[in-house]
């Protein structure tokens, strides 16, 4: 009687080279995704008072008007999405054909990017709002599309000691 072994041993070569094999038409090795050079802000900001007022008007229609509505700027609502998603969808296509949300860079509104809160909500929105270097700095890190950097810089506003521990043998000068 044959080994376990020698039994599982073509099954075992078999199976790996499912997983390492390359197909008829793909490379070996898929090339990494490129970062993106624009620097569009891809999410709708249902905090927005416009936003919001979309909503609150959406909320109120019909599921089918909801379609119609859709169907009418050229969008097809998948027949599997639910009640709430295809009001969402038709709130964020209503504030994309609006020219995006009033606080969103380059939408409807008028400069409330500029305005400074009355309070910050943390260290380092207040770092952002006061001071020049870093907010260009940050700015800089956000224009490269390094998260790992931009994260670090957070954390040393609002837990400087915590960030210096943690992070400064792979930050630091």
Same mark, same amino acid.
């Given at each position: 009687? /044959? ?6 041993? $073509? ?10 094999? $390359?197909? #008829? ?6 090339? $990494? ?7 569009? /802000? ?25 379609? +119609? ?6 969008? =097809? ?9 295809? %009001?969402?969808?038709? #709130? ?12 969103? @860079? ?9 305005? $400074? ?5 943390? %260290? ?6 006061? %001071? /020049?270097?870093? =907010? ?12 790992? =950097? ?14 210096? +521990? ?6 630091? @000068?």
């Amino acid at each position: 009687m /044959p080994s376990y072994a020698s039994l599982l041993l $073509p099954l075992l070569a078999s199976s790996a080279s499912a997983f390492v094999a $390359p197909g #008829v038409n793909s490379p070996l090795v898929a090339a $990494p995704a490129r970062p993106s050079s624009s620097s569009l /802000p891809m999410a709708i900001d249902y905090n927005d008072p416009a936003v919001m007022e979309e909503f609150n008007t959406i909320q109120m229609m019909e599921y089918d008007d909801v379609v +119609d509505e859709l169907m009418q700027s050229g969008v =097809r609502a998948p027949a599997d999405m639910g009640d709430m998603d295809v %009001k969402l969808m038709l #709130v964020e296509l209503r504030t994309v054909m609006k020219g995006g949300s009033s606080s969103s @860079p380059g939408g409807g509104g008028s400069g409330a990017n500029d305005v $400074p809160p009355s309070s910050y909500a943390s %260290k380092f929105e207040e770092y952002l709002w006061t %001071k /020049p270097v870093f =907010r260009e700095y940050y700015d800089a890190l956000k224009a490269s599309g390094d998260h790992n =950097r931009m994260n670090v810089a957070a954390e040393y506003c609002n837990e400087g000691q915590d960030a210096r +521990d943690r992070y400064y043998s792979a930050y630091g @000068p």
